[in-house]
């Protein structure tokens, strides 16, 4: 394994108690003067670590810059997201990064993240915004066995797994918006754009990217937005630690996308379904130049929407554009 990700490891294992230098030196294989070179290349990329003679290396603060080395050693052994993960300064959109080295062999579970995009996408092909250092924004490769029309599993898990993290790392309360965004206050912090490449009987490897609007000024977002886009910072009234949700989210990601492996998801249906504000509501979707109006009844096992309208019919919406109406 990369030795800065073993020395962090064991940074952040050690705590203020610190771990010796020969220690590490034995962990690694190395002389106690490669860990020093290794500490003074950590330090320049903003990790602040004491050396002390009677403790050894302190860990006492972390940049809020990402490093794919800090993060995997933040994350416990995971079993399959986040063995791998990279960190780019600025990409187009990490979806297309994800997909040219899905080609390339790439295996399952690798983490790409970028600090900015300048082609980053929605869905519907929308744009969206991707400014540098104030969000999350990364693609996950997968190889689900999974026939195409389950996928919808894997984004219905991606949003657990962001609520899931949003909660433990904040003092909020986030809800899901029928299909997959995350909302806080009945605004969108986060979204989900799944994309896959498929075959007719299976899922050859799907790009799951995932946006969250961490530490954006809610000025910051162009007037258009404003009402129905903000961040978790401009909601909690504080800045939160981007290394530490971005860990959150894989460490759920794993979690859950183990259980899809081992054929037990219904409870994590379940849980989407607590989750989701949609249900119950009166809603209009759009679906291409129709629109569709009536009250969310339910979620079918593929997680199509199932829309009970006006007309007393019921309709299964798989894909649109939700607007939640006012009255309940
Ligand atoms: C949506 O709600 O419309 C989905 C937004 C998904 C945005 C993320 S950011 C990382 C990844 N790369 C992209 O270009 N899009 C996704």
């Not at 744009?127 to 999974?146: D, E, H, K, Q, V």
Request: contains cysteine; aromatic residues 4%; hydrophobic residues 40%.
């Amino acid at each position: 394994m990369n030795p800065d990700v073993l020395i962090l490891r064991a940074l952040r294992l050690a705590g203020h108690s610190g771990a010796s230098g020969a220690g590490l030196a034995k962990l690694l294989g190395v002389s106690r003067a490669a860990v020093w070179n290794r500490v003074e290349d950590l330090r320049r990329h903003g990790y602040e670590i004491e050396a002390s003679p009677h403790h050894g290396y302190i860990l006492r603060n972390s940049p809020d810059a990402l490093h794919g080395d800090d993060l995997m050693a933040r994350l416990q052994e995971p079993r399959f997201i986040g063995r791998d993960i990279r960190v780019f300064s600025q990409t187009s959109s990490t979806n297309d990064i994800v997909e040219k080295l899905a080609r390339d062999g790439l295996p399952e579970g690798s983490v790409v993240f970028a600090e900015s995009q300048s082609e980053g996408r929605g869905r519907l092909g929308r744009t969206w915004l991707s400014p540098a250092g104030m969000g999350l924004w990364f693609s996950i490769l997968l190889r689900p066995p999974l026939h195409p029309s389950f996928a919808t599993q894997l984004t219905i898990l991606a949003a657990v797994a962001v609520a899931r993290a949003i909660e433990r790392q904040t003092p909020l309360r986030p809800e899901i918006k029928w299909p997959n965004d995350i909302l806080v206050g009945h605004r969108k912090v986060a979204g989900i754009l799944l994309e896959l490449a498929s075959e007719l009987d299976r899922v050859r490897h799907a790009v799951l990217g995932i946006g969250i609007d961490v530490n954006i000024p809610a000025e910051s977002f162009p007037p258009h937005l404003q009402h129905v886009a903000t961040s978790l910072a401009a909601e909690a009234g504080c800045p939160i630690d981007r290394p530490a949700l971005a860990t959150a989210v894989l460490a759920e990601l794993d979690r859950l996308y183990s259980r899809l492996r081992d054929g037990d998801f219904h409870e994590v249906g379940d849980e989407w379904m607590r989750r989701c504000s949609t249900l119950g509501r009166h809603v209009s979707i759009s679906v291409g130049s129709r629109s569709i109006t009536g009250r969310a009844e339910a979620l079918d096992e593929d997680g199509a929407l199932l829309v009970r309208t006006e007309h007393g019919a019921l309709e299964r919406i798989v894909g649109g554009d939700v607007h939640l109406d006012r009255r309940p």
